[in-house]
Nanobody
């Protein structure tokens, strides 16, 4: 099973930026999709950005224009660049991937699509 390790979280003021990284233990370029999720206390885990193998990247409406997902296949690393951060972006951020055969009926930003996960990195944005 692929192991994922996130890093780059921290505390910033509103309007600031952070770059999250997710390093994989093996080549994940063939994965059907990789994505970033977040979960705030008392809330459900929500999809933030997805990097499908066969189509363009996708973003949650709440982060469009502010966050950018990218991948470096040579480093087996997924990134999330977060700009213009808001207090409501405060959450634990997780990266995830799906190595199974494609299931096109499952939305790319649904946690149900993914079968391997990192342990998370905390992002705290103060006003």
């Amino acid at each position: 099973q692929v192991q994922l390790v996130e890093s780059g979280g921290g505390s910033v003021q509103a309007g600031g930026s952070l770059r999250l990284s997710c390093a994989a233990s093996e080549d994940t370029s063939s994965s059907y999709c990789q994505a970033w999720f977040r979960q705030a206390p008392g809330k459900l885990r929500e999809g933030v950005a997805a990097f499908p193998r066969d189509r363009n990247t996708l973003y949650a409406d709440s982060v469009k224009g502010r966050f950018t997902i990218s991948r470096d296949n040579a480093r087996n690393t997924l990134y999330l660049d977060m700009n213009s951060l808001k207090p409501e972006d405060t959450a634990m951020y997780y990266c995830a991937g799906d190595s199974r055969p494609p299931r096109a009926w499952v939305p790319y930003l649904s946690p149900a699509l993914y079968n391997y996960w990192g342990q998370g990195t905390q992002v705290t944005v103060s006003s």
